[in-house]
């Protein structure tokens, strides 16, 4: 079986996409912060009857990402990297003039370099893998500029080029940066409290990420309503 490691899996679109993921028979590991929605979430997720290695730990701790690759290699590998897990840069998010730098580095620290520390302990594993990649989540806001999405915008641009190289340094892998759009998650209530219209369920943009690993075009930069839409 495939086995995928997935970030910020307790809850929102990281859980989605673990259904989603178990569905198809893909062995998981599985990771948050907080130990008992991940521990509820593993239990779920389980009953799609593939393996399910949930870790409660931080991905900017480099001990916990090495414990992610280690169970993911007792499990056979890895086929996929999923880099979901993500930290707003203010809740709610703030105009550039009165942005908290803290958060800012908070951002970069969660988004960019907990990415890349785990793209490099695992790149031993995926380049050995028979259809190895990495599908880092990303956001509109890394490249339209929107008031307040400034900081958190720029992280996530930093992490959309970091995959744009991955894939040049890699080409034996595929590398995917994918925009599911707005979904209506804790997130997103954090970072506009007053955000309103309606939003799909994490569930329902799935396909677009079980496209990719169907298909596996090319590396780039991909948008699930966009995936969802040609599918049609
Ligand atoms: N929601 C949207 O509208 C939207 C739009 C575009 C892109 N996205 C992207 O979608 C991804 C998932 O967002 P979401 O809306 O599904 O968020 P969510 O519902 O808030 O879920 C975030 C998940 O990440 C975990 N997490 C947060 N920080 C972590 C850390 N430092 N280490 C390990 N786990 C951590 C959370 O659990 P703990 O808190 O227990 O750690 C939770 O499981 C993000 O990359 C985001 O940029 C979302």
Redesign the pocket.
């Known amino acids: 079986m495939p086995v995928a490691i997935i ?10 996409l673990a259904h989603g993921l178990a569905l198809r028979g893909w062995d998981l590991v599985i ?5 008992v ?2 521990a509820e ?1 593993a239990g779920l997720v389980s009953s799609h009857g593939t393996r399910v290695t949930a870790l ?6 480099a001990a ?1 990402r090495a414990e992610l690759v280690a169970a993911a290699r007792r499990l056979g590998g890895v086929d996929l990297l999923v ?5 707003l840069d203010a809740e709610p998010l703030a105009r550039l003039e009165e942005l908290p730098l803290e958060g800012l580095r908070r951002a970069l620290e ?2 960019v370099v ?1 990415a890349l520390g785990l793209v490099q302990e695992a790149l031993p594993l995926l380049r050995t893998a028979a259809a190895g990649a990495v599908l ?6 890394a490249v339209a500029a929107g008031p307040r999405w400034g900081g ?1 915008g720029a992280s ?1 641009a930093a992490l959309d080029q970091l995959a744009a190289v991955l894939a040049v340094e890699e080409p034996g892998l595929r590398v995917w940066a994918v ?10 209530a ?2 506009v409290p007053d955000g309103d219209g309606p ?1 799909p369920a ?1 569930a329902g943009v799935v396909p677009a990420f079980l496209r990719l690993l169907d298909e596996r075009p090319a590396s780039g930069r991909y948008g699930a309503p966009a995936l969802l839409e040609e599918r049609r």
Not at 136 to 141: E, H, K, L, T, Y
Not at 179 to 188: A, E, I, R, S, V
């Open positions: 970030t910020g899996a307790s809850e929102g679109l990281g859980e989605a990771d948050a912060r907080d130990a929605p991940l979430t409660p730990g931080d991905v900017t701790d916990h880099h979901n897990a993500d930290a969660v988004n907990a880092v989540v990303g956001v509109d806001a958190y996530k925009d599911p759009g707005d979904l209506p998650t804790d997130l997103y954090a970072a939003r994490p």
